[in-house]
């Protein structure tokens, strides 16, 4: 395994790719194109956001449509969600070229590292890269399948002879705009306007989602590899000691530094997939429900409900899992045989890494810590707030 060669935009292109075509990769100086882009991305977001509200809150809910109001609040909280990421990822930028940069000097260190060390560092890396693929199905599928329905119908319709116009995404529009949208050129703004938001918001969950699941794994494997490093370390001579201790010191304190980064980037975005999730779950089952009841099935929703599950349980299990890893390192440093060593200095720096890994490393919100325990309440949540809906609209 001598030709491990990790680069971090090509190991996550897909991930990166998304980035680079939405215009929020951290790297290089934005062009003007570039700021036009992300300008007309956010304009167009904003415009389909307000049509959504306005036909929810005007339309839907007073004419007790109850489905079509649920269904136009998924995509509000999507079109929210949207535009709160973008925002984060430009905002940030600095900081996650930082992140990036880390993550990209551990590679190279891994260069030197034996054949364990690097299938450690794979591993990680490998499971980092199958979460791209994940998401890159989920937003594929469920941004992707509203404008390819729209066409299968109005295939079908035409084939049948009875050819008329189907709109990507079906709303009530302000009533200048409502009288006339089946109209070919009304239509066409329409389409002009709703399908560069479906890709839009589309890039942005490849581009968005992974990131913070690659940097915890990561992390995890890093603390896997200092687990085993420091639990021989004190069967070594004394300056082999000295040196490899304050090497392991220094590399567990830049961990618990990435993850501080990572959660001022990132701390307010999970509050909102947090609260927000409690409602798509609900919101998605009950228009699958409710499309299984009239003898239709939506896939476009079978992917959104699929995607607000894992939108926050893929977060929380891997959060899950660098607690656990950072418990093991914890327990690797107390049984690493430090009491048969009588130096004061390394004594003082077990002291002190203990002292640091009293608080485990997690991913949190503003209130909560991602994990499992979370996500089960979370879930609790959903099923309580569906049964509600049911009870009231079913």
Not at 51 to 60: Q, T
Not at 106 to 124: R, V
Not at 318 to 347: C, F, Q, T, V
Request: one cysteine or more; charged letters at 20%.
């Amino acid at each position: 395994m001598s030709d491990l060669n990790l680069i971090f935009y090509k190991e996550f292109k897909i991930t990166t790719m998304a980035m680079r075509f939405n215009r929020s990769w951290p790297y290089g100086k934005r062009s003007m194109l570039c700021k036009i882009q992300g300008f007309l991305s956010y304009f167009v977001s904003v415009v389909c956001l307000f049509f959504l509200l306005y036909s929810m809150i005007l339309h839907d809910f007073p004419d007790e449509d109850y489905g079509e109001g649920v269904k136009n609040g998924m995509i509000v909280i999507v079109s929210t969600s949207v535009v709160i990421k973008f925002f984060i990822l430009i905002h940030h930028r600095e900081s996650l070229v930082n992140l990036i940069k880390i993550v990209q000097n551990d590679y190279e260190e891994a260069k030197q590292f034996n054949n364990d060390d690097k299938t450690i560092i794979l591993d990680y890396a490998q499971k980092g890269k199958d979460i791209c693929k994940i998401w890159i199905v989920i937003a594929a599928g469920a941004s992707m399948m509203f404008p390819i329905k729209a066409i299968v119908l109005m295939a079908y319709y035409s084939y049948r002879g009875e050819f008329k116009l189907v709109p990507i995404f079906d709303m009530n529009y302000p009533d200048v705009i409502n009288a006339h949208k089946y109209e070919p050129k009304t239509y066409l703004l329409l389409f002009l306007l709703v399908f560069p938001f479906d890709c839009f918001a589309g890039t942005m969950y490849v581009a968005f989602d992974p990131l913070v699941p690659i940097f915890m794994l990561h992390m995890c494997g890093q603390l896997q590899l200092l687990s085993q490093r420091i639990t021989g370390l004190f069967s070594q001579n004394e300056a082999d000691i000295k040196e490899n201790l304050r090497s392991i010191n220094r590399k567990l304190q830049s961990i618990y530094s990435f993850l501080k980064t990572v959660q001022n980037i990132f701390t307010v975005q999970y509050e909102y997939n947090l609260k927000t999730t409690t409602f798509l779950i609900p919101f998605a089952f009950f228009q699958i429900v409710q499309s299984l009841k009239n003898r239709e099935f939506n896939l476009e929703f079978v992917f959104f409900f699929i995607g607000a599950i894992l939108h926050f349980y893929i977060p929380c299990y891997y959060s899950d899992m660098l607690m656990d890893k950072s418990g093991k390192m914890r327990e690797a440093i107390y049984s690493s045989g430090w009491e048969h060593n009588a130096n004061i200095k390394n004594r003082k720096t077990i002291l002190f890494m203990l002292t640091r890994t009293t608080m485990p490393l997690v991913i949190r919100t503003i209130f909560y810590p991602i994990c499992l325990d979370t996500f089960a309440g979370m879930t609790r949540h959903s099923y309580t707030i569906y049964n509600l809906m049911n009870a009231a609209w079913g």
